[in-house]
């Protein structure tokens, strides 16, 4: 594991996954670290759903050819809190802590959040689920406009 993809997911730990443990309850992760290995196991068994390019949870890693899996960087996990609905994880989130983006999928799905090192752009993106099940990014928001966005869920 690269030095930088440590620092990532320590401060993942530290500045999300901690906080909201004090104050919400224990995150339950269903999918977080991908080593290029994992990203290709994955690949081969279970593509769909996944972006590994864009969703961070590769954080600082290498392909085999040399390039950065995730080119944003940072570090991602997806987690949900047994009998909390994710809105409200999302609400604490979006108000208290820094974070890059948030994927939420509904109240009762896991939500998808990363950090950044550097530029956190503290995006939340609402994600919807068409009739045939394929899903779709539905409003989003930044910063203080994402607080609001929260609020409504």
Not at 37 to 43: A, D, F, G, V
Not at 73 to 84: R, T, V
Not at 133 to 138: D, E, F, L, T
């Amino acid at each position: 594991m690269k030095q930088k993809s440590k620092l990532a997911l320590e401060r993942l730990l530290y500045e999300v996954l901690l906080p909201v443990n004090r104050s919400l309850g224990n995150p339950i992760i269903t999918y977080g670290f991908t080593s290029f290995e994992l990203k290709k196991h994955i690949q081969k068994s279970s593509p769909s759903g996944t972006a590994p390019t864009l969703d961070q949870h590769s954080s600082y890693e290498i392909n085999s050819a040399g390039r950065q899996i995730c080119s944003r960087g940072g570090a991602a996990c997806d987690f949900y809190i047994e009998g909390l609905p994710t809105s409200n994880i999302v609400r604490f989130i979006t108000q208290k802590l820094n974070y890059d983006r948030i994927y939420y999928y509904g109240n009762k799905r896991p939500l998808h959040v990363s950090i950044h090192l550097t530029d956190p752009l503290k995006h939340l993106q609402i994600m919807c689920e068409s009739e045939n099940g394929r899903r779709y990014p539905g409003k989003k928001a930044f910063g203080d406009q994402a607080i609001i966005l929260a609020e409504g869920l």
